[in-house]
Nanobody
Framework: QVQLVESGGGLVQPGGSLRLSCAAS????????MGWYRQAPGNQRELVAG???????NYADSVKGRFTISRDIAKNTVDLQMNSLKPEDTAVYYC???????????WGQGTQVYVSS
C-alpha cells in the first residue's frame, strides 16, 4: 500500500527558505515519477517540481532557480528545497507519486506553506 506523508511546511517571511519532505512507503522510485504540487485558494492544483523515475528534474517557470527537488532512494524520501520564497508561493503543497497508470497515482495529505511578513 502506497503512503505519502509530507512535512516541513509553516510560516516564513518573504525571502526566506523552507524544506519540505515527503516520506514515501510502498513506492519504488525507479518505477514512479515523483512530484510536488501546490494549490492556493481559488486556484487549480499545479505542478511545482518533478523528478522522473530516471532522475530527470523539471520545474514550473515560476520557481526555476529558487526551488530544488531531490530524492533519496535509500531513505525513500523526496524533498523540495524552497529558497527566496515569495508571498505568491503561499499554498498547500502536495507530494505525488505517479506510476504512469491511472490506478497508480497517489497523493499525500498536503502541508501548508505561508509566506508573509
Amino acid at each position: 500500500q502506497v503512503q505519502l506523508v509530507e512535512s516541513g511546511g509553516g510560516l516564513v517571511q518573504p525571502g526566506g527558505s523552507l524544506r519540505l519532505s515527503c516520506a514515501a512507503s510502498g513506492v519504488i522510485f525507479t518505477l514512479y515519477d515523483m512530484g510536488w504540487y501546490r494549490q492556493a485558494p481559488g486556484n487549480q492544483r499545479e505542478l511545482v517540481a518533478g523528478i522522473s523515475r530516471a532522475g530527470i528534474r523539471n520545474y514550473a517557470d515560476s520557481v526555476k532557480g529558487r526551488f530544488t527537488i531531490s530524492r533519496d532512494i535509500a531513505k525513500n524520501t523526496v524533498d523540495l528545497q524552497m529558497n527566496s520564497l515569495k508571498p505568491e508561493d503561499t499554498a498547500v503543497y502536495y507530494c505525488n507519486a505517479n506510476g504512469r497508470r491511472p490506478s497508480s497515482v497517489y497523493w499525500g495529505q498536503g502541508t501548508q506553506v505561508y509566506v508573509s511578513s
